[in-house]
């Protein structure tokens, strides 16, 4: 079986897939994390008025033609007042965000000041417009304030806000059902077996899905037999928008996955040409009988089941079903963006395009961790990011290296 590059692997996903068009309306308060249905317009100018952008004095330019004209301050407008038009040669005492009365152009700082009484001594000479933040400067009324598909971080909130929206409209929460199989696997707090291991993928898989914001159906550890892992998979097809799973998924005696969803839909095993995480499962589980869909939903369901070593279950979460999750959520951008770093070490590199555990180290240098297995995940825990090895590439200690930091990925 020929593998696919990482690139064509990402492709097929992305392909393969519809996002959900179902949506809300929910507090603007409670929409971390969501994605924007419908573009937001801004029903007002921001700012509202002419303002000041600094504790200060507004008067004319041109009443101040040297440094130290003295003016009389005949009025004082705190943030949220509302000042009268100002009379030549006079000064108002302004504060930060305070309308600029009319008939002012510029503010001077209250620190190139001095006051003596009702009089303001102003030792700048001032020009025209300074220190003054124009209506509508940072959003004008009806301008698009925040694209559909945008994915609404404090940021975006914020700017929502700003414009009065307390409410917006969001498409509703992926819904994903995730399980494990195997006999072997307990769950922590539960003793082992001689040949168990705890079940560490549902937890690390678990957390991943609820930082990009996912509804997670956990159906817990399903019996080793096929009767079982059918019936799992119909339970999941029939309330969740994706079914992911970790290992099992080969062509053992005991291994149930793969005749279970060919049995339900379809499947695809991909031999990906990544490192770690080389072996993928892709396929449609049907929603049985007639189920009620939503608009735009099919009557399929996308599966995935991802390998079963703990770091690889990572690695290929983060690069490969986390953009398929962002794409069935319906967020406009889909791939992380890397940055440029230093690498502080000599590596020889593979055949395969690697995704290497590494943090950035306070002189800006990337460090790799010491054990690169696909079993070690105390590497996931200590890196702060992963380092974007294309195949072949021998690096170099100095050489400028790929870095995707975990605030990109998770």
């Known amino acids: 079986m020929s593998l696919l590059s990482f690139e064509e692997a990402r492709e097929r996903l992305l392909a393969k897939v519809l996002p959900v068009t179902a949506s809300e309306r929910v507090s603007t308060f409670l929409a971390h994390g969501r994605v ?36 009389v301050v005949e009025q004082r407008i705190p943030a949220g007042g509302l000042g009268h038009t100002l ?8 504060f930060t965000g305070a309308p600029v009365p009319a008939g002012a152009d510029a503010v001077v700082m209250q620190e190139r000041c001095a006051r003596e009484g009702d009089t303001v001594i102003v030792e700048h000479l001032p020009r025209a417009g300074e220190w003054i933040r124009r209506r ?3 959003i004008a009324a009806g301008s698009r304030v925040l694209a559909a598909g945008c994915l609404l971080g404090p940021a975006q909130l914020g700017l929502a806000a700003s414009v009065g929206a307390a409410e917006l409209e969001v498409l509703r929460r992926l ?12 769950m922590p707090g539960e003793p082992l077996k001689p040949g168990g291991i705890y079940n560490s993928n549902r937890y ?19 019996p080793d037999n096929l009767a079982a892992t059918r019936a799992a998979l119909r339970a999941a097809a029939a309330e969740n928008d994706l079914i992911l799973t970790s290992g099992g998924v080969s062509v053992g005696e005991e291994d149930h996955v793969k005749p279970a969803v060919e049995a ?10 990544i490192k770690p995480g080389k072996p993928l499962a892709f396929g449609q589980v049907k929603k049985s009988g007639n189920p009620k869909l939503d608009a735009g939903e099919t009557a399929t369901v996308p599966f995935i089941g991802l390998p079963g070593n703990p770091v690889s279950s ?3 979460f983060v690069m490969l079903v986390r953009p398929l999750i962002r794409k069935l959520q319906g967020a406009s951008e889909h791939a992380p963006r890397a940055v440029a770093a230093r690498a502080g070490f000599d590596w020889a590199g593979d055949a395969r395009r690697e995704f290497l555990r590494a943090r950035l180290d306070e ?48």
Not at 47 to 54: A, I, T
Request: net charge negative; with cysteine.
């Open 87 to 94: 009379a030549p040669g006079t000064a108002a005492r302004i």
């Open 204 to 222: 690390t898989l678990r957390a991943l899905l609820e930082n990009l914001g996912c509804t997670v159906a956990d159906l817990d550890i399903v």
């Open 136 to 138: 509508g400067e940072d």
């Open 264 to 273: 339900e839909g379809s499947l695809a095993l991909w031999q990906i040409a």
């Open 363 to 410: 002189d800006g240098s990337v460090s790799l961790f010491p054990n690169q297995s696909a079993g070690v995940l105390t590497s996931c825990a200590w890196a702060d990011g992963l380092l974007d090895n294309p195949p072949r590439q021998a690096i170099r200690r100095g050489d400028t290296v790929r870095f995707l930091p975990f605030s990109e990925l998770l």
């Open 175 to 186: 819904r994903v059902a995730l399980f494990s199989t195997g006999d072997e696997l307990a």
């Open 36 to 71: 924007l249905a419908t573009a937001l317009v801004s029903p007002i100018d921001v700012p509202p008025l002419d303002n000041s952008s600094m504790d200060g004095y507004a008067l004319r330019a041109a009443d101040v033609p040297a440094a130290g004209a003295r003016l």
């Open 314 to 316: 990572f690695v290929t």
